[in-house]
């Protein structure tokens, strides 16, 4: 049986993020929803649910913190996507926006993305690049890994 999914991307600074949400959801038929236009959705018919994001500040964007906390049905399987200068697990914001709605977190994935924000501006910033075609290919294989592809 087919999961449907969908991912909650916000991905404002290079489009990073949203490099991988396309990939996957091209390839998988995955419903794509910009959390920075769209402020509410019933998220209930969904088996799988994706909250993806640069981090800005050292957390998700504001956006899909909101749209998660206002959003997100209870008993839910979800799983996050996040692109940094650093590419570091900074999971803690959506955790604690999700807090109450007993998900099962299924998997994350993060990556490299390009920054030049503030004073990276001034080197060309970090992570040039980034997410490049292997970084793509492993958001591919972490989302297969999720759906048993």
Request: charged share 25%.
């Amino acid at each position: 049986m087919s999961k449907k999914a969908i991912i909650i991307c916000a991905s404002t600074h290079h489009g990073n993020t949203r490099k991988l949400a396309n990939a996957i959801a091209d390839k998988y038929g995955v419903e794509i929803v910009d959390a920075t236009k769209t402020k509410e959705k019933d998220l209930s018919e969904y088996d799988l649910i994706g909250f993806a994001s640069g981090i800005y500040a050292g957390k998700l964007h504001q956006a899909v913190i909101n749209f998660a906390k206002n959003n997100l049905s209870k008993n839910k399987d979800v799983f996050y996507i996040i692109t940094s200068a650093m590419g570091k697990d900074q999971y803690k914001s959506i955790e604690t926006a999700i807090e109450g709605k007993n998900a099962n977190v299924v998997g994350t994935f993060a990556c490299k993305g390009y920054n030049t924000f503030g004073p990276f501006k001034l080197v060309g910033g970090t992570a040039k690049g980034h997410p490049d075609t292997d970084d793509i290919n492993n958001a591919l294989r972490f989302y297969e890994g999720l759906i048993g592809a």
